[in-house]
């Protein structure tokens, strides 16, 4: 009898993770293991500066800067799409599509 009480809390309390789940829970967790995925293709960016459009080299403190601010808006649409999700918003979906464009994830 013992023994079943771990998995009867774990059916319980997967019963309500499920049942809080949002609109969007999916596809944000998809999207969220697609981009921690070991040698992940799906990366946050930016969009193309006006610097690289006119042939500037980039040096390696631009390429880092670019980076942290690719993964800060990242982390920051992610979190905006959590947080419609947990509120059961359906605007979470234009979300999640902004956030698939930043990953590069169809």
Do not use: F, W
Not at 36 to 63: F, V
Request: proline share 8%; glycine share 6%.
């Amino acid at each position: 009898m013992l023994r079943s009480l771990p998995v009867i809390g774990l059916m319980l309390g997967l019963g309500t993770a499920l049942a809080h789940a949002g609109p969007c829970t999916q596809e944000i967790q998809r999207i969220e293991k697609a981009v921690n995925a070991p040698n992940s293709p799906y990366t946050p960016t930016l969009p193309q500066s006006i610097g690289a459009q006119i042939d500037r080299q980039p040096t390696p403190s631009s390429i880092a800067r670019a980076e942290q601010e690719a993964t800060a808006n990242y982390k920051a649409v992610l979190s905006r799409a959590q947080t419609l999700d947990n509120q059961n918003n359906p605007e979470c979906q234009k979300v999640v599509k902004e956030l698939k464009d930043l990953v590069g994830l169809q």
